[in-house]
């Protein structure tokens, strides 16, 4: 009776402490007056398939944003449509917060640790103060949503029927989960890849029958037009490129980004096949893919979450403790970047502003000169549960 009693109040606990946690974030947003500027684009791209619009000629919010996902992303937001705005955001908010719930449930599974209520509960009320993870619920996005997708699909046992079909789902909504099926293949998981391909090949169908306009844009010039999504140069985005354009104070870096960025590519991709561990391969497909993107703002580093769990798993608190203070800081957000500041940072200044990239090349060199190791890491997998490392990898 006591030890039931003792359970029941450590659920108790945590659930209030994760409610504690959510209503400071919406106590915080609802004095900032947050505009939750993404839900507003999701929220125009769903009334341009309604009313018929151009989908790819309008502009949204004092920022002037545009629509950038494909046309079956704009499909699935039409929902976004049928609530007042106020209910919208609410929605968003507490829509991400689940997420992220599932999110560190997921990745507690991925990393092989025991995911109960309690743990669950308590590690979301943090998470939810990690800067990736607050931007998404303050800019009203859905990293948390492709991310759980992903861990999900990719975590599932081998030969599971179905396996690769979020993935390409995911990457019908926003292109960059598209890395994670040529994961598959690199790593001889032909079917699951060609599953992952085939439901991607799906969604441009079914945008091409709804929105035949706009998917010839689209696929023909949109998706090139990388200066739509927004400056480069800027703090807020933490790939290859905002790194070395503000390192160069060069808002058009070239070839001095391109050539390392498809340098990390191959070198990344070629680490993922080659590392023993499934948790890591997947971990630096996710890395190599943010940091290769041309833009990765930083709420796309959600991937922080399960990271934080593989290195808790691996008996690294320091090194977990380290990286979630790193993401938790807000070094970014404190260097000058008005106007045209973040081009002319300081030297001292650079690792402030660009503290994800730097950590996600620092991974790459660290796990490119390790021997590489058996499943888990040689950690054994919590009673009940199988380690998604354990005996998936066949090359």
């Excluded at 994760?18 to 974030?25: E, R």
Aim: hydrophobic share 55%; proline share 7%; aromatic share 8%.
């Amino acid at each position: 009776m006591k030890y039931r009693t003792a359970i029941l109040r450590s659920h108790t606990a945590a659930a209030l402490l994760l409610a504690l946690s959510v209503s400071a974030l919406l106590a915080l947003c609802a004095a900032q007056r947050i505009p939750m500027a993404d839900a507003l684009v999701y929220r125009a791209e769903g009334s341009a398939v309604v009313t018929g619009r151009d989908l790819y000629g309008f502009t949204v919010t004092e920022w002037r944003l545009p629509a950038t996902y494909p046309p079956f992303a704009a499909i699935l937001f039409v929902p976004t449509t049928w609530l007042p705005l106020a209910v919208l955001k609410a929605v968003f908010v507490a829509g991400n917060a689940a997420l992220l719930t599932l999110l560190v449930w997921l990745s507690c599974r991925f990393a092989g640790l025991r995911a109960t209520l309690p743990v669950v509960c308590a590690a979301s009320a943090a998470a939810l103060w990690l800067e990736p993870v607050f931007q998404t619920l303050l800019f009203g996005q859905i990293n948390l949503a492709l991310a759980c997708l992903v861990l999900w699909d990719l975590s599932r046992a081998p030969g599971a029927i179905g396996k690769g079909f979020a993935l390409g789902i995911a990457a019908g909504v926003k292109l960059t989960p598209a890395v994670f099926i040529l994961y598959l293949l690199v790593t001889r998981r032909v079917r699951e890849g060609l599953t992952g391909l085939a439901a991607f090949a799906g969604t441009v169908l079914l945008g091409a029958l709804a929105l035949p306009a706009a998917s010839v844009e689209f696929w023909t010039g949109r998706m090139f037009e990388t200066d739509r999504v927004g400056k480069a140069w800027i703090v807020d985005n933490q790939s290859l490129q905002g790194l070395v354009a503000r390192a160069l104070g060069d808002p058009s870096p070239g070839l001095a980004w391109a050539v390392p960025a498809a340098t990390v590519a191959v070198g990344g991709l070629w680490l993922a096949r080659r590392v023993a561990d499934d948790r890591w391969g997947i971990l630096l497909t996710a890395v190599t893919a943010l940091l290769v993107s041309p833009i990765s703002w930083s709420h796309h580093w959600v991937w922080c979450v399960p990271l934080i769990a593989v290195l808790v798993a691996e008996g690294r608190p320091r090194l977990a403790t380290g990286v979630a203070v790193l993401f938790t800081a807000r070094t970014l957000w404190l260097v000058p970047h008005q106007g045209d500041l973040d081009l002319r940072l300081p030297w001292w200044q650079q690792p402030l502003a660009s503290p994800y990239p730097l950590l996600g090349v620092g991974l790459l060199a660290a796990l490119a000169v390790r021997r590489p190791v058996g499943p888990a890491l040689g950690l054994p997998a919590p009673r009940g549960e199988r380690s998604p490392g354990s005996g998936v990898r066949t090359g």
